[in-house]
């Protein structure tokens, strides 16, 4: 495999004020965020950026102000996955409008590990895509949760798929077991899951990871740090970021847009996906996280 696109590619998150509204002003922070912090790239919308809750006036206009602010400088990958093959291939054919460097789609939760079909419905979303398609293999009940070999099977299938993201555990063992069935017509893996098992990814040949975004500066710093051949420097970041990445896990996009607040980046962490929230508790535990996570690498000191 030979990827055309690699390295630390952040999902962002869609900011909303205390009304829920979209905060485009806070977006456009988050998007300077990512490309100050060194960034090879940013992925928009996805699970992270509460894709589930946008409407699609909204998804449309936060792609088309995203390439708009981005204006070329790093690549972009469009969120597009959508069960209705017809809305997904309109996400698509948006991805190539704004120039995308892919369009990422989930294989749907509703068909299951069937390969047929999976095969069947990537089909019809890639027919007439202008834009390399990037299937995304999310554990259930987000996505189907497709073994190594499934997901390998359908992308092999279907031309257009040139990247696959691999988030079912165990990640690692599952990018090995990919990387030796898929063709050579995919151009490379990238490592999810929130960045949590990255250097057993990268190790294996991932071809990059696409964590949330609050810590894209150390992710950025990790990844170009173990393609220079400095591991253990990519070591010593990851042990620093991981209890991060745990609370993360957990608490998902409330800690991203607090921590992205903290550090200077949002004004408004207000959050439309259901989950778990902070409690006074919570708190005192990201503060001494933060605290001990601090590194050179990190642009703004949280407060």
């Not at 749907?108 to 095969?119: E, I, R």
């Not at 279907?158 to 030796?180: D, F, W």
């Not at 996009?253 to 778990?276: I, N, Q, S, Y």
Request: hydrophobic share 45%; proline share 7%; glycine share 8%.
């Amino acid at each position: 495999m030979t990827p055309t696109l690699a390295g630390s590619f952040p999902v962002l998150p869609t900011p909303f004020r205390d009304d829920g509204s979209i905060d485009e002003d806070d977006f456009v922070a988050v998007i300077d965020f990512a490309i100050k912090a060194g960034s090879d790239g940013v992925v928009y919308p996805g699970v992270a950026s509460e894709v589930e809750t946008l409407s699609a006036a909204e998804r449309t206009r936060q792609v088309r102000l995203l390439a708009d602010r981005i204006g070329g400088r790093i690549p972009i990958i469009v969120g597009a996955s959508d069960p209705d093959p017809a809305q997904a291939r309109r996400h698509i054919a948006l991805a190539a409008e704004i120039g995308a460097a892919a369009a990422m789609v989930i294989a749907p939760f509703a068909l299951g590990n069937d390969v047929a079909q999976q095969t069947a419905y990537f089909t019809e979303v890639a027919a007439g895509a202008n834009v390399p398609i990037m299937l995304q293999n999310q554990p259930k009940p987000v996505g189907a949760g497709l073994t190594p070999e499934e997901a390998a099977a359908v992308a092999n299938a279907v031309p257009a798929i040139q990247y696959v993201k691999e988030e079912t555990p165990p990640c690692g063992q599952h990018l090995t077991r990919m990387r030796a069935v898929l063709d050579d017509s995919v151009k490379g893996i990238f490592g999810g899951a929130g960045g949590r098992y990255i250097m057993d990814e990268m190790a294996r040949g991932a071809a990059g990871t696409m964590p949330a975004a609050e810590l894209a500066d150390i992710h950025a710093a990790l990844v170009h740090a173990f393609q220079a051949g400095h591991v253990e420097t990519a070591r010593r970041l990851y042990s620093a970021s991981l209890p991060l990445l745990n609370f993360q896990a957990v608490f998902r996009m409330h800690m991203t847009k607090e921590v992205l607040r903290r550090r200077g980046v949002l004004k408004h962490v207000f959050v439309r996906a259901k989950g778990p929230k902070f409690d006074a508790g919570d708190r005192r535990e990201l503060d001494q996280l933060l605290a001990e996570a601090q590194l050179p690498y990190m642009l703004n000191a949280p407060v």
